[in-house]
T-cell receptor
């Protein structure tokens, strides 16, 4: 089992460009999450999806959109990238006792 | 809103010494509590979790944490540090909010282990 996978691993964008970060899980979990990690800030929740067909904003949703394509896949889209969105992005699922299972991350640089 | 405070962004210990990483949370109702570890260039991995059973929770790699409701604390300890324990550690709480359980993470503590 692959667990939680993310693509791409690295990405460099110019300001104003768009891109979609992909996340897929084979753990059959209902809830999925997108976080960003910045030095000294811990993990901050961008969006989450409690089940297929539902999405909700987290702490820092501005500048992002999400799609819960099916139970397995949860994508994060940056419509017009800004340097402030330079970060490491993690996708996660939630297990039966509310523990989180993380993907390996996407390191995004916006110039 | 709930919050998680990790005291000390960096903790430095010698190999073989006691490891103590502090975590306090703010919540009127005991939430679910977690510790995660992150090695360089990797995602976070679950170290241990408290879900209202025993107050002393044992995790992987010899770590344990004690839930103290009166102190709203969930400190992480390990009797003897190993070089391989050097990593970033995150405390997290998960509490019900509008039908979902929303996690909140502390800012992390970097554990440095000296030979």
């Amino acid at each position: 089992n692959a667990g939680v996978t993310q693509t791409p691993k690295f990405q460099v964008l110019k300001t104003g460009q768009s891109m979609t970060l992909q996340c897929a899980q084979d753990m059959n979990h209902n809830s999925m999450y997108w976080y960003r990690q910045d030095p000294g800030m811990g993990l901050r929740l961008i969006y989450y999806s409690a089940s297929e067909g539902t999405t909700d904003k987290g702490e820092v949703p501005n500048g992002y959109n999400v799609s819960r394509l099916n139970k397995r896949e949860f994508s994060l889209r940056l419509e017009s990238a800004a340097p402030s969105q330079t970060s490491v992005y993690f996708c996660a699922t939630e297990g039966a006792r509310y523990e989180q299972y993380f993907g390996p991350g996407t390191r995004l640089t916006v110039t | 809103a709930q919050s998680v405070t990790q005291l000390g962004s960096h903790v430095s210990v010698s190999e073989g010494a006691l490891v103590l990483l502090r975590c306090n949370y703010s919540s009127s109702v005991p939430p679910y509590l977690f510790w995660y570890v992150q090695y360089p260039n990797q995602g976070l991995q679950l170290l241990l979790k408290y879900t209202s059973a025993a107050t002393l929770v044992k995790g992987i790699n010899g770590f344990e944490a004690e839930f103290k409701k009166s102190e709203t604390s969930f400190h992480l300890t390990k009797p003897s540090a190993h070089m391989s324990d050097a990593a970033e550690y995150f405390c997290a709480v998960s509490k019900a909010s509008g039908g979902s359980y929303i996690p909140t993470f502390g800012r992390g503590t970097s554990l440095i282990v000296h030979p």
